[in-house]
């Protein structure tokens, strides 16, 4: 019974059992509201590093020595899959240093038994496993990172393999080393072998090709002196064929090898001329220049001079006396007489060209332009009409050599389809007659 103002002992323990109370429920709320921030910070991701101490890798070819060696390791994680993880790793009150502890352990086991069977399994020599680092750390992440995802449901984002130290002072590191020599200097003596071996093969293939080659060469050597002497065999007959037949020629006829010579020496000149032809050019063209000039005026006095006496025999073979004043009507029209009483002809260049029997080229004439070939020289070029002029004179005839642009050499005029017009009703000149300007 609890005097006044006291409480009795009862009321006392059932204060203290509710003050515990609150103070677990209190002690739950904080743990909860720690473990919630603390995996909020690991779902951002976390990195740590760690060195695993010495433990023993064992060669395949020293199985029963083992090779102290250490490993540094860098982790870098995060937390993709909440609650799978809260699942998995059960724990009232955690932080990320109690994680990690429990992450090291784990990645601890697994690295120490991938980097023992590296040497065996991804053919990595003990004595280079510090060397082959970046193979080494390739083969552990593909062995290590799955296994600590499935364990911890965390997501391994690098693993790293930092460093890799051996033991070079323990007596495995140094048997090692001696039988690692010893097989080294096995390998250097086989591959001399092989590198003799394939020098030896080598050497006689070159031997082989060089005999093969060699007789090729004179297997070809025999068959171009047999096609050498069946071609002088052949050239020896032709040659004695060629002499028999010229011997006939000079026999049987002297005339047609001269005339031959002839022509081929013609040939030549021509030729020679062709050559000559477009040096002389400048030269020609400003002689040739002045030449036709002297050449029309001459041509055309010479004209008037046939026509006029064209004039007067055609009036005397008609009974017209030429030197008498006599009238001649001409359609009603008295023309007046002229040299000595002679009627002056109309159109006489028309007429002298009638009666000389020349073609009047349906009153057009050609556009042509032709070099003549006299006493050696070369004269014009001329035109149609100067063409005519000279025929009708007589310089031009059908033995006349002609040439002009286009043509390949020079050829007598009677022989160019385009000049015949000039020289019908004209009789060819008399052979052995010299030719005049």
Not at 134 to 154: A, H, L, M, R
Not at 406 to 434: K, R, S, T, Y
């Amino acid at each position: 019974m609890a005097f006044f103002g006291f409480k009795s002992k009862k009321e006392v323990e059932a204060e203290k059992q509710e003050v515990a109370k609150q103070a677990a429920q209190n002690a739950v709320k904080a743990a909860e509201f720690v473990n919630q921030h603390n995996v909020n910070n690991l779902g951002r991701g976390s990195q740590f590093q760690f060195r695993i101490r010495y433990f023993d890798v064992f060669d395949p070819r020293l199985q029963d020595t083992g090779v102290p060696v250490a490993v540094g390791v860098t982790v870098t994680y995060a937390i993709e899959d909440m609650p799978t993880f809260l699942s998995i790793n059960k724990m009232e009150v955690f932080s990320d240093e109690v994680f990690k502890e429990k992450l090291k352990s784990g990645i601890t086991k697994y690295v120490k038994s991938a980097v023992s069977n590296a040497p065996s399994d991804a053919q990595i020599p003990l004595v280079q496993i510090e060397r082959k680092i970046v193979e080494v750390s390739d083969y552990v992440q593909g062995k290590v990172i799955p296994q600590i995802e499935n364990v911890f449901c965390i997501k391994v984002r690098a693993l790293d393999i930092t460093s890799i130290d051996v033991d070079k002072s323990s007596r495995g590191y140094m048997e090692l080393k001696a039988l690692t020599a010893d097989f080294e200097k096995e390998r250097l003596i086989a591959q001399h072998n092989a590198q003799m071996t394939n020098f030896n093969m080598q050497n006689k293939m070159q031997q082989d090709q060089m005999m093969a080659q060699h007789n090729a060469q004179l297997s070809n050597f025999n068959l171009q002196n047999n096609l050498q002497q069946n071609q002088l065999k052949m050239q020896s007959a032709l040659n004695l064929d060629a002499m028999q037949r010229q011997h006939e020629m000079q026999l049987g006829g002297q005339e047609q090898m001269q005339q031959m010579q002839l022509d081929m020496q013609q040939k030549q000149m021509n030729m020679q001329l062709n050559n000559q032809s477009e040096t002389m050019r400048i030269q020609r063209e400003e002689m040739q220049r002045a030449a036709r000039l002297q050449t029309e005026s001459t041509f055309l006095d010479a004209h008037k001079a046939n026509l006029n006496a064209s004039t007067v025999n055609n009036a005397m073979d008609n009974g017209f006396n030429p030197y008498e004043q006599q009238p001649m009507n001409m359609g009603g029209m008295q023309q007046p007489m002229g040299m000595g009483g002679m009627q002056q002809p109309m159109m006489g260049g028309m007429m002298g060209q009638k009666s000389m029997g020349m073609p009047q080229m349906g009153g057009m004439q050609p556009q042509v332009n032709y070099m003549l070939a006299v006493n050696g020289q070369q004269a014009g070029p001329y035109n149609w009409a100067q063409l005519q002029q000279l025929v009708q004179q007589g310089q031009l005839t059908q033995q006349t050599y002609v040439w002009k642009q286009g043509m390949a050499e020079w050829a007598l005029a009677g022989q160019v389809q385009e000049l015949m017009p000039l020289f019908q009703g004209i009789a060819p000149g008399m052979p052995g007659m010299p030719q005049m300007m």
